[in-house]
Nanobody
Framework: VQLQASGGGLVQAGGSLRLSCAAS????????MGWFRQAPGKEREFVTA????????RTADSVQGRFAVSRDNAKNTVYLQMNSLKPEDTAVYYC????????????????WGQGTQVTVSS
């Protein structure tokens, strides 16, 4: 099982980025997919997640209204659209997956991608 994240980069405050995470290696039917992030010196934190059908999403308060998660099951890919970016959004962003529904706790997610760096300049 592999998760390959892409789309990170350097952007000015107020700008936008779209991250993608392609999953491969097995069927992802009934698997939720999510995004966490980790800033230097900080714990990895929940950002957002979406269930298999796309009917249930959860989003952290810190990014609510600015970030949106979506998925294309035909492509086994999850997306993170990030708008109105702030310097405090700077972090390595990780995609992850688990069987079942969305969870906020990091330890309940079972497979992780390698991460993609997002840097927001002021």
């Amino acid at each position: 099982v592999q998760l390959q994240a892409s789309g990170g980069g350097l952007v000015q405050a107020g700008g936008s980025l779209r991250l993608s995470c392609a999953a491969s290696g097995r069927s992802f039917v009934n698997y939720a997919m999510g995004w966490f992030r980790q800033a230097p010196g900080k714990e990895r934190e929940f950002v957002t997640a979406i269930d298999w059908r796309g009917t249930n999403t959860r989003t952290a308060d810190s990014v609510q209204g600015r970030f949106a998660v979506s998925r294309d099951n035909a492509k086994n890919t999850v997306y993170l659209q990030m708008n109105s970016l702030k310097p405090e959004d700077t972090a390595v962003y990780y995609c992850t997956t688990r069987y079942g529904g969305v969870q906020l706790r990091r330890e309940l997610w079972t497979t992780w991608g390698q991460g993609t760096q997002v840097t927001v300049s002021s």
